[in-house]
């Protein structure tokens, strides 16, 4: 695809009006959110996949990977923000208890 088409695409989506204070509390100099797609194997089967490879590798981040990002949050007091496909969710249900 040209640019000139992505540009006439994207140019109607945006993030706003800029939303930076003045100054952060605490004389902080940034401020970081973390946001986690935790989409596993949904857009492997939202595509019609069957690929039992690709499959495997996507249930990673539900078996394992959560547990480990949850745990590094916790361990230093981040908030995060987790979204997620319902067939995630589905497919996956204990990543709520490790979430919470």
């Known amino acids: 695809m040209p640019i000139d088409e992505i540009r006439q695409i994207t140019s109607s989506t945006g993030t706003g009006k800029n939303l930076k204070p003045q100054s952060w ?3 902080a100099r940034a401020a970081v959110l973390f946001s986690l797609d935790v989409d ?4 492997v089967l939202s595509q019609g996949g069957r690929d039992r490879v690709l499959l495997s590798a996507r249930e990673y981040g539900a078996r394992r990977g959560i547990g480990r990002i949850v745990k590094v949050f916790d361990e ?15 497919l996956a249900p204990e990543m709520m208890e490790i979430i919470n």
């Open 40 to 43: 596993n194997q949904s857009e």
């Open 25 to 27: 509390p605490n004389k």
């Open 76 to 90: 230093n007091n981040i908030p995060a923000t987790f979204f997620m496909p319902v067939v995630s969710l589905q």
